[in-house]
């Protein structure tokens, strides 16, 4: 019998892949909990809007679809202008943090890698500093540099752990890849603190940012961000079954034809750069990376087939339900969505832990 993720112990060891593309049955589940999550998103806030009012005016924009929702001018630029892009942006964040997690997961066959834990998002938050305070973009705006100084300490930040996780150049999966990436977290973290006590003009924006939000959310975010999804989403999708040849082994995935270094170069890659561009507009959102998938995995089969594309649907919708709760929990006031999600991925990543401590 192939050994689960919990089976094998502190090396977390995914499972080889088996089982279907994807389900129809799952693919509209995933379709149904972003569509869930998108009403209950738009509907609740200050503001009361009816619920049969938003899934009207959702459908009016369908093409070749015409349809009175009854909202009142008012409501429906506090729909389209507030509601909306906040919406749209925490569903695109969660689906590129998801798809990352799950990449990482099944590139170092780790189920407790994450951008979190690997010290991926610490990388891409120095990044984005650094832009910041040197005046060089603000995270809003298409063309802006702070994904691209976000993506190079992501880069930085996965190497590092990596080479100190696995010194042999293999992608060992054990315990000290974790711990590797929370000494390279806490590492970027105190340059990152040594960075803005020399800039505490900057500090209340970049602190603000550090905590995650979606607060600020616009149009202009969602169309700096939307580009980096596309690419990175579609490029690990066209991956999915060259990662699948990963979970085999090395010697295994080399005798079927495939290249396991080229694959991991351009999966890390791919990975980092969603997870960067996610920070880059929404700050340092942690554990969405770890629950979605290890739930996708455990729920919907191991493949990345299977994982990847259901991690995108269901991160999305757990993203866009999560910032309802910060927004709603203390109303009139926000609570940082960072601190929701640290809140529930906490326990669920001392869970994964003491499960496979107890093996």
């Known amino acids: ?121 610490a990388g891409a938050g120095l990044g984005a500093t650094i832009a910041i305070v040197n005046r060089l973009g603000d995270g809003s705006g298409v063309g802006d540099p702070v994904p691209l100084f976000a993506f190079g300490g992501a880069l930085l930040a996965v190497m590092v752990a990596s080479t100190l996780g696995a010194p042999r150049g293999a992608p060992s999966a054990n315990a000290n890849l974790v711990l590797a990436g929370v000494a390279v977290a806490a590492f970027l973290t105190s340059i990152q603190t040594y960075v803005l006590q020399r800039n505490t003009e900057d500090l209340r924006k970049v602190y603000s940012w550090i905590l995650g939000r979606l607060s600020t959310s616009s149009w202009g975010e969602v169309q700096l961000v939307l580009p980096y999804a596309i690419v990175c989403c579609t490029g690990l999708l066209l991956l999915a079954s060259r990662l699948d040849v990963l979970a085999v082994g090395e010697d295994e995935a080399t005798m079927l034809g495939a290249s396991p270094a080229g694959i991991r170069i351009v999966a890390l890659a791919l990975a980092s750069f969603a997870a960067a561009a996610a920070v880059a507009v929404s700050g340092l959102i942690v554990f969405v990376g770890l629950i979605v998938p290890h739930a996708v995995r455990r729920l919907g089969g191991v493949t990345h087939r299977r994982v990847l594309p259901l991690s995108m649907l269901f991160g999305g919708a757990f993203l866009a339900l999560t910032d309802v709760v910060a927004r709603t929990i203390q109303a009139p006031r926000e609570l940082p969505i960072g601190v929701v999600t640290a809140c529930i991925g906490a326990p669920f990543f001392l869970h994964i832990l003491r499960r496979q401590a107890a093996v």
């Open 1 to 121: 019998m192939t050994p689960t993720p919990e089976s094998t112990g502190p090396a977390a060891r995914l499972d080889v892949p088996r089982g279907p593309r994807l389900g129809v049955a799952w693919l509209a589940g995933g379709c149904a909990a972003l569509f869930v999550a998108a009403i209950v998103g738009i509907w609740i806030g200050p503001v009361r809007v009816s619920p049969g009012g938003v899934i009207l005016e959702l459908l009016d924009r369908l093409p070749i679809v015409t349809i009175d929702s009854g909202l009142s001018d008012f409501e429906q630029t506090i729909v389209w202008d507030i509601r909306a892009p906040r919406v749209v942006l925490g569903m695109l964040v969660g689906a590129m943090l998801c798809s990352s997690g799950a990449t990482y997961q099944g590139v170092f066959r780790n189920a407790l890698a994450d951008p979190y834990s690997l010290g991926v998002a």
